[in-house]
């Protein structure tokens, strides 16, 4: 999807991706139990893609979630991640 998006847009164009946070290490097994992904998993595949990133968004960061639960109904509001990637 991400070099489809990549092939979309002119050069300039903006890409911004939000997600779940799982924590450091979990790769993809959480994708599905979860509903979380690593961040650095996204950052290279975007980055694989041909994005460069430009910047990153905190306001939807949670420190104090354990990232170990599935993101429905949760306890406390959920660790998120915002990342702002450019088309060279």
Known sequence: MNRAVFAALKSGGHYVVADHSAKPGAGIAVGKSLHRIEESLVRGEVEAAGF???????FLRNPADPRDAAVFKPAQPNDEFVLKFVKP
């Not at 460069?52 to 905190?58: A, D, P, S, T």
């Open 52 to 58: 460069r990133l430009v910047g990153e968004g905190g």
